[in-house]
């Protein structure tokens, strides 16, 4: 059974940084794409940033050129680098995994449980 392991949310003010990491165990798949998504209080959960096997990144508005998603294929994890950091960026972050089974061709998704990042003063 897959299961993601998500760590590096936390507190943090204006303006600084958080580095979330997620990990995917197993090893009888391959990745297709990984991926951000965050619900804040009230919201619906949106994309963040995700990446695909090949390298093509893809990213909110509100998050180009502050943060930046990259992918550990042999390790199976994706980091989410995340600068400038305002208040809006309060949410709970999710982690989400898109793979495939060795051998076949169809892809199946799964989410991590989430981890909070709050930005304050």
């Known amino acids: 059974q897959v299961q993601l392991v998500e760590s590096g949310g936390g507190l943090v003010q204006p303006g600084g940084s958080l580095r979330l990491s997620c990990t995917a165990s197993?090893?009888?798949?391959?990745?297709?794409?990984m991926g951000w998504y965050r619900q804040g209080p009230e919201n619906q959960r949106e994309l963040v940033a995700s990446i695909r096997s090949g390298g093509s990144t893809n990213y909110a508005d509100s998050v180009k050129g502050r943060f930046t998603i990259s992918m550990d294929n042999a390790k199976n994890t994706v980091v989410l680098q995340m600068n400038s950091l305002e208040p809006e960026d309060t949410a709970v972050y999710y982690c989400?995994?898109?793979?495939?089974?060795?051998?076949?061709?169809?892809?199946?998704?799964?989410w991590g449980q989430g981890t909070q990042v709050t930005v304050s003063s």
């Open positions: 989400k995994l898109d793979l495939k089974p060795r051998g076949q061709n169809w892809s199946s998704a799964h």
């Open positions: 197993g090893s009888m798949f391959s990745i297709v794409r």
